[in-house]
């Protein structure tokens, strides 16, 4: 599940870099915001902050221009990386989980519990922006069908929403898992 997740996500950036890309005349070659953002490499620490989200200094150089790209405008793209640099597959077969605190910057699925949805969707992929001090996450999920991204805040664990009771109305709020 969670290759199929990273695999959509990526491919859809590429796809909307190309129309951009496409569709933006003869620009002197510089790159769009969301094409920027797709074309960070991981593994090069001058693209990314200590919290694993992408440089504005770097965007900016990439796109050519400084107006209109800020922290805000590239965390739309939902573009992150890894800050502890482990691998979530070998994590996961590993049997490991990570701490809520190792989290900031990273990917998680959001799911809303019974009839409730996001963007026509139970579930979706989202970029946790704040890690709290109780353990709850606050993340950015991105809708899954192309409506309004939104910021969720106090969203408990999987295991931490299966533990509430039936009666409780926390229960009715939505919550995170790993991909």
Not at 10 to 17: D, G, P
Not at 107 to 126: I, L, N, R
Not at 132 to 158: C, F, H, R, Y
Request: aromatic share 4%; with cysteine; hydrophobic share 35%.
């Amino acid at each position: 599940m969670r290759s199929i997740y990273h695999g959509g996500i990526a491919a859809l950036t590429l796809l909307r870099a190309m129309a951009d890309e496409s569709n933006a005349g003869s620009g002197g070659g510089a790159l769009t915001i969301e094409a920027a953002v797709a074309s960070l490499d991981d593994d090069n620490p001058d693209h990314w902050t200590q919290a694993g989200l992408p440089k504005v200094e770097v965007i900016q150089q990439l796109t050519g221009q400084t107006e209109g790209v800020n922290r805000e405008t590239i965390d739309a793209f939902g573009r992150s990386r890894k800050v502890d640099g482990a691998d979530d597959q070998q994590q996961a077969s590993a049997g490991e989980q990570n701490e809520p605190g190792d989290l900031l910057g990273s990917t998680v699925k959001v799911c809303w519990p019974g009839e409730q949805t996001f963007d026509g969707e139970q579930e979706a992929v989202g970029l946790v922006v704040k890690v709290a001090e109780d353990g709850t996450l606050n993340v950015k999920a991105l809708a899954p069908n192309g409506g309004a991204d939104q910021t969720i805040t106090g969203l408990v664990s999987a295991e931490d929403h299966d533990q509430i009771g039936d009666d409780d109305p926390a229960k009715n709020l939505p919550w995170w898992d790993y991909l």
